[in-house]
């Protein structure tokens, strides 16, 4: 399996491309004729009003969902087509934070590492003080608050060397300090020359730079 | 791979022996169901012994709805079978460990404590023979073909009774052929007949279910 | 023609009965089912007009939204 | 904008085609729906054992052998469309499920009433009725998880997957019954076995069959007419449409 780490991207060249993207949820359009791309060492920084259908167009992106037409293509070939190719360069944080609320934050993590076949050579403990998780790292899961908890969910950013990063709502649940780490994080990203497609009602989001796809609710 | 799915079945061994007792639910299902019957219908040693196969089939059935509920429906919850397809492995095969892990661990201790049901129910030992082996080869198509259906309802707040009436029908072909086994066992008469239809079924099961559950994983994640 | 008498084709040799509470109660079910479709289309016809008020409303609130946004001096997209 | 409107012209054109299609399946399937059992019930010769109870045939054996091909018909539309993403072809299954659990019904109940004065009672485990039971649930199963999701594509997609398990545990499910009916009560089985008909018996019972494959035919359409409008509600055509009438 070959990684396609950031840093041997050229800035500039096109990573993900959405072609006629077209969504419907419960037999509403929520979007159409979406278009865009995203390059490497560059950010989409998608906005809407709730019920706009950001959530279900990142889900897109990640394939986890189909579309109801168009299609998403991963260095101009489409996902679906080698759809384990295309997981190894993601890393999609969603709603659903993806830890066993019975695990611990090391457990989780290390499984997390095996079932994406990364090396352990990042100290967890190291990464979750870090993340100010220091001494919380063995305890479950479920024990921590919501905002420890997107903290761990965090630590794939610095775990997966992954060339495309799609995160929901990041930002939510976490202090100040920790959305200072995230958006530096996420800076290093862009600028080592990976790409990233984020959604938040922050207007954090604002000083990273991004390209903005302004997204409206669709009657 | 091998790392991998080892690590998957070591995390579903931790999640289900640490401290809770849900592995040992649809056993002590399956007991009580069984030990209703000698009560409802009669104790008689006799007509234990001609019902016994069929009680213990429909329990089996009944207990291995209740542990399939929860197949997926935790990673589900939580986003980890969302990171599993997002993992790069192949997720047909994640499933299927997984599911196989499920029933080492719900139905495994049923098998276990067949003897004690053949004991309850007066069977005897050739009968216990052929149920056991019944099961054996039975149970792991419930799991395979029930584990669609739970895929498939996992978004559903209300899984339960909905689950039962999709997969019930589904399993009265084994039902059949199971209890005519046990009875042919009574009867000291060749149940090889019925031992292979059964494993034919599976068969069929293992080689069209894995990649039907994760069709079904991926429409409930749509 | 199998029967002589009216009378006759009723009790259907004795079996009337039941050869006509399966024939009655078929018959009903299929014409229940054709009628249910019926009903089922005229409340559709009568949803799609609070649909579209409820579109008109949401398009409604947006304006106004709009309007008020403008007012503060604010940059919308 | 025409590209993203092409699924929704062929939702369109479907409705079209089943509006037009409908009298052609209705009026003939009504015409031979009453023929044949006009011709059954009257002139029809009775059974020399069963005699006139007998005519209940003319409505049981085209029910029953319908209620198992809609099923089939209905695991191909999901086939059809989980292979080539077509919504309309769940919206069929929507529209075919309770259609076929009334023939399934319709089986059921004529089954009963034909079994009363045959064997005395109403219900007997026969393989036959077994497996319509069974059938039933099968439907109410598909009819059930249709209508859990609030999400119709998702519930389009999940149904046609249910359904393909279903037509291929069917025969295995028909073939079970039937062996496990020899095995536990060989006897009452030959009562209710079609008898060799006489032509002047068979020709009722094959245009019945054919006309009530005609009035389901219809009775699908319909229903298939209302829910691509349920599901369309919001594009142009269909509110133009529901305005014009």
Not at chain 2, 3 to 32: H, Q, T, W, Y
Not at chain 4, 119 to 125: A, E, I
Not at chain 4, 126 to 143: C, K, N, P, Q, V
Request: aromatic share 10%; hydrophobic share 50%.
């Amino acid at each position: 399996m070959v990684y396609c780490s950031p840093t041997s991207l050229i800035v500039g060249t096109i990573l993900l491309t959405a072609e006629n993207l077209s969504c419907i949820k419960q037999d509403r359009l929520l979007f159409s004729q979406l278009n865009f791309s995203v390059s490497a060492g560059n950010g989409l920084y998608i906005k809407g009003e709730n019920g706009a259908g950001k959530t279900s167009l990142l889900r897109i992106l990640t394939g986890l969902s189909q579309p109801a037409e168009g299609s998403v293509l991963w260095q101009q070939k489409d996902i679906t087509s080698d759809f384990e190719e295309y997981a190894t360069n993601l890393v999609y944080l969603g709603h659903k934070l993806g830890l066993n609320g019975n695990l611990s934050a090391i457990d989780n993590l290390v499984f997390w590492n095996t079932v994406n076949s990364i090396d352990d050579t990042t100290d967890l403990y190291e990464l979750l003080s870090l993340l100010g998780l220091a001494g919380l790292e063995d305890m479950p899961v479920n024990r921590l608050s919501a905002g420890q908890q997107r903290r761990v969910s965090l630590a794939r950013l610095w775990l997966k060397p992954a060339a495309l990063w799609i995160l929901d709502e990041p930002f939510n649940a976490l202090d100040v300090q920790a959305v200072e780490l995230l958006i530096d994080k996420i800076k290093s990203h862009i600028t080592g020359g990976g790409s990233l497609v984020i959604t938040s009602h922050l207007d954090m989001v604002t000083r990273l730079n991004c390209d903005v796809l302004h997204m409206e609710y669709n009657i | 791979m091998i790392r991998v799915l080892n690590a998957i079945v070591k995390r579903e061994f931790k999640l289900a022996f640490s401290g809770s007792f849900d592995f040992a639910l649809p056993l002590l299902f399956g007991v009580m169901v069984i030990s209703l019957f000698p009560l409802g219908v009669s104790p008689g040693p006799e007509m234990l012994q001609k019902i016994g196969a069929g009680v213990i089939w429909v329990s089996a059935i009944l207990a291995s709805l209740l542990g399939l509920e929860k197949l997926f429906r935790e990673d589900f919850r939580d986003g980890s079978l969302e990171q599993l397809r997002l993992s790069g492995q192949p997720f047909a095969v994640i499933l299927l460990v997984k599911v196989v892990v499920h029933w080492l661990i719900t139905v495994g201790p049923i098998l276990i404590l067949s003897p004690l049901f053949a004991l309850f129910l007066n069977l005897t030992p050739l009968m216990f023979e052929a149920l056991f082996l019944t099961l054996l080869l039975g149970t792991p198509m419930l799991s395979l073909v029930g584990a669609i259906a739970v895929a498939l309802t996992l978004s559903l707040e209300k899984g339960g009774i909905l689950l039962a009436l999709l997969m019930l029908p589904l399993f009265i072909p084994l039902l059949i052929f199971a209890t005519s086994a046990v009875n042919n066992a009574q009867l000291q008469l060749n149940y090889n007949g019925q031992l292979g239809i059964i494993a034919a079924m599976l068969m069929l099961a293992i080689a069209l279910t894995p990649w039907s559950i994760s069709f079904a994983v991926k429409v409930s994640q749509n | 023609m199998q029967f002589a008498s009216l009378s006759e084709f009723f009790s259907m040799g004795g079996y009337g009965f039941f050869v006509w509470l399966a024939f009655g109660v078929s018959f009903a079910v299929l014409i229940g089912l054709y009628w249910l479709g019926r009903w089922q289309s005229k409340k559709i016809k009568a949803g799609v007009l609070t649909e579209l008020a409820r579109i008109e409303r949401i398009k409604a609130a947006r304006k106004a939204r709009q309007n008020k946004s403008i007012d503060q001096g604010e940059v919308t997209q | 904008m025409w590209k993203w409107l092409h699924p929704y012209a062929k939702t369109e054109r479907a409705h079209q085609l089943a509006g037009t299609l409908f009298p052609w399946f209705a009026l003939p399937g009504l015409i031979l729906f009453t023929l044949g059992t006009v011709w059954g019930l009257v002139f029809a010769p009775a059974d020399y054992q069963q005699g006139d109870a007998f005519r209940i045939i003319y409505i049981h054996v085209p029910s029953a052998l319908l209620s198992m091909s809609v099923y089939a018909s209905m695991a191909i539309c999901g086939f059809i469309g989980l292979v080539w993403q077509i919504r309309t072809c769940y919206m069929a299954i929507a529209a075919i499920a309770p259609v076929g659990a009334v023939l399934t019904f319709i089986a059921l109940w004529t089954g009963a009433t034909w079994g009363k004065p045959m064997w005395g009672t109403w219900w007997v485990w026969d393989a036959r009725l077994t497996s319509e039971l069974i059938l039933l649930f099968l439907y109410f199963g598909i009819m059930a998880l249709y209508a859990s999701f609030e999400d119709k594509l998702q519930a389009g997609k999940a149904v046609s997957v249910m359904a393909m398990v279903g037509v291929i545990n069917l025969p295995i499910i028909h073939y079970s019954v039937e062996w496990w009916n020899t095995l536990h009560q060989g006897a009452t089985i030959s009562k209710f076995e079609k008898p060799s008909m006489a032509p002047e018996m068979l020709w009722p019972l094959l245009i019945n069959l054919l006309g009530l494959a005609l009035l389901s035919g219809a009775l699908v359409l319909q229903r298939l007419r209302n829910e691509i409008v349920m599901r369309e509600l919001r594009r142009p055509w269909v509110i133009n449409m529901l305005k014009e009438q």
